[in-house]
């Protein structure tokens, strides 16, 4: 079992920047790689970005390319989301995922966590 907790949403005006972090326990969370997926009232949840495990290689959704930026740190089994230049359409709730493979189908994710809010006024 691995187990997730987010931290770092918040409110913020549009433009603005948050840092979503992603604390893990439980198994070895260097062996997984780590998602983070966001969803909105109304609306279906979607993918965000992912990270290999080792770190080596990075996705991103259309949306949030050149804003978001995914990062891990191994040796403190903690994943991290930067979040530049953030719109209203960024309002959602932002979830941390783990699972074997950099995927953008949640479904291939094993372990969740309880997501984090964040508000993007305008």
């Known amino acids: 079992q691995v187990q997730l907790v987010e931290s770092g949403g918040g409110l913020v005006q549009a433009g603005g920047s948050l840092r979503l972090s992603c604390a893990a326990s439980?198994?070895?969370?260097?062996?997984?790689?780590m998602g983070w997926f966001r969803q909105a009232p109304g609306k279906e949840r979607e993918f965000v970005a992912a990270i290999t495990w080792g770190g080596g290689s990075a996705y991103y959704a259309d949306s949030v390319k050149g804003r978001f930026t995914i990062s891990r740190d191994n040796t403190k089994n903690t994943g991290y989301l930067q979040m530049n230049s953030l719109k209203p359409e960024d309002t959602a709730v932002y979830y941390c995922a783990a699972g074997l493979t950099a995927a953008m189908t949640s479904g291939l994710y094993d372990y969740w966590g309880q997501g984090t809010q964040v508000t993007v006024s305008s």
């Open positions: 439980g198994r070895t969370f260097s062996r997984y790689a």
